[in-house]
């Protein structure tokens, strides 16, 4: 599109980023929102979930946090799916005292958390054979 001088607007920006969370290209997915920024095209909810699913598989757990950041920062109030995908990226990373404090995070800023993040949590210690600290919360 933009070799042809054509700017992609919103719903083409968010296709090509859901088709990146499929596809589990984080990094691809960062570029793209970077590009919509750059073009002027104002990332919402959706765009920002997208790109932090997509970081699920490989364990993006730092870059999942800078986008929870990130979001907050562009005034997107992240949803419990947002916490929930960066609580998987901190599990799959094995990174258990990250997915607790996201999980206090969620708490403290009003996002419900669901079975999801409680159940990422628990795996995240589970694998890390820190089985007591998934009954503080």
């Not at 793209?32 to 932090?52: A, F, H, K, Q």
């Amino acid at each position: 599109m933009q070799a042809r001088g054509l700017k992609p607007e919103l719903m083409a920006y968010n296709s090509a980023l859901s088709a990146c969370s499929r596809g589990h290209l984080w990094e691809k997915s960062f570029e793209l929102l970077r590009s919509m920024e750059e073009d002027g095209v104002t990332p919402i909810l959706y765009s920002y979930n997208c790109v932090l699913k997509s970081c699920i598989k490989d364990g993006a757990w730092q870059e999942s946090l800078y986008l929870l950041l990130d979001m907050y920062n562009h005034g997107v109030t992240p949803d419990s799916d947002s916490f929930v995908s960066s609580i998987r990226s901190c599990e799959t990373a094995g990174r258990w005292e990250q997915s607790l404090d996201i999980l206090n995070t969620m708490k403290t800023k009003g996002a419900h958390p669901n079975i999801y993040a409680y159940n990422s949590c628990i795996r995240a210690c589970a694998k890390a054979e820190r089985y007591t600290d998934s009954f503080i919360y």
